[in-house]
């Protein structure tokens, strides 16, 4: 039995299934797109949703690179409340166009329970924050909402205590769970946190649950995300979060972390290496999903440009 039967039961599980070594069960996050097989898959895209115009230009950048899914926060966990913090309805709104015109299924974060039932609405999976691991009442509001769950290890938490986490949503009814490890909190200060990348074959050995890395929020500079995001396919990793923005220096949240286009291109290139070594392959989007709306059609309702108070203009 596992090391941490007694606490851990795995609830989505049958106990006659639980075995020393479960096989990873993926996780369906759209019917052309699940995550926990034999395809590395790829979530890119900026920390924040800063305007129409850069999310749309992420999507289709990324999407074009092979990412499979794209990324953004709305609502932001930022560590001092004077710091930007997220468009919040406005970048939903936001997401929702750029989803529709683009076609890339999208990964957004709920910070509060009262967000979750507008943010199943609108996107394909839902994202806990590190700093939300242990927000019981959120991850009980999303087991219940019918949206598959990014859940990202707290930056001080114990991998038992990750997987007790993922057993608040899996008990309320939700079996669509997907770790992430996405670096803890150790003595050094040269990196913002210590990926952990023995918690990747632990997780993967541990649990039936598909495991994602989080190479950008780990060392939170932009020149790691590359090695990081290599050693954790490496590691048995069923896919990379990323950072990727337009202009990285005018970034209004992570700015040091996050790549341009071209250096995300390049992550893809190299990864694949890296996949092909493991015996796997990167995941491909699927056309056939893609892009509703044809690119020149799509018409926001948002002003393009939009401005941050006291910010330049995100073009
Ligand atoms: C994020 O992914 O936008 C984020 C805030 O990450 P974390 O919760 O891992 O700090
Ligand atoms: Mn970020």
New binding site residues.
Partial sequence: MPKFAPEYILAALPEHQVSPLPATRPVRVTDALSIGGREVVVAAGP??IEGYDMLLASAHHVDAAGASLL?G?AF??RTSPYAFQGLGEEGLEIMAQVRECSGIPIVT?ALDTRQVEHIAQIADMV??????MQNFPLLAELGRCGRPVLL??G?SARISELLLAAEYIMANGNDRVVL?E??IRTFETITRNTLDISAIPVLKRETHLPVLV?P??SGGRADLVLPLALAAIAAGADGL?V?VHPNPPTAL??ADQQLTFDEFDDLMVQIAHIATACNRTIKRPEPASRGSIPAMECAPQFDRRRTVPGKAAVA
């Fill in positions: 920390c924040s990324r926060g932001k966990p974060e994202q806990v924050g590190a700093r939300n990202k290890r930056a992430c996405r670096g989080d950008s929020h979060i950072e949240s992570d």
